[in-house]
């Protein structure tokens, strides 16, 4: 038994020594050799020959027009609705529910104030408190300015 394992050993080793006997470097080379040992280096790249200008642009996805894109049909009347603006100082921050009714959360002057419908913000009464809608306030001039709900 003890002859096949030191059999088995040196046959492994014998095989290992077989394995690697092409894999190192090669001899080093002698003081006085002064010639240069051949290489495996692959052949030089050549440069890649230019697309042509036909070469399809991978960031163009579809034909441009020549023409510019059409505005409104000349002569017709283009209605433009803006908004009145926000009073100064005030804007709505958010909405609360408070004892089942919905109330406005407002900032006016730096602060935040929570005012339910009849309540009066910074010269403006609160006339409705709806989430869709937003908040509607009537001024002391009697203006409606609609303040949209927050997104």
Not at 53 to 78: I, Q, T
Not at 93 to 117: I, K, T
Not at 137 to 148: A, C, M, N
């Amino acid at each position: 038994m003890r002859r096949r394992v030191v059999v088995l050993a040196l046959g492994l080793c014998a095989f290992g020594v077989f394995l690697t006997r092409g894999a190192g470097p090669g001899p080093a080379p002698t003081p006085g050799d002064s010639r240069p040992r051949p290489t495996n280096a692959p052949p030089p790249l050549t440069a890649p020959s230019m697309p042509s200008l036909d070469a399809r642009d991978p960031f163009r996805f579809a034909e441009e027009d020549s023409a510019p894109p059409r505005g409104p049909a000349p002569g017709v009347p283009v209605a433009v609705t803006a908004a009145p603006p926000a009073p100064p100082g005030l804007r709505l921050v958010g909405l609360v529910s408070r004892g089942g009714r919905l109330h406005a959360a407002l900032a006016a002057a730096g602060d935040v104030v929570v005012a339910a419908p009849g309540d009066e913000v910074a010269g403006y009464a609160v006339v409705s408190v709806d989430e869709e809608a937003g908040v509607h306030l009537r001024s002391q001039d009697g203006t409606t300015i609609v303040l949209p709900p927050p997104s």
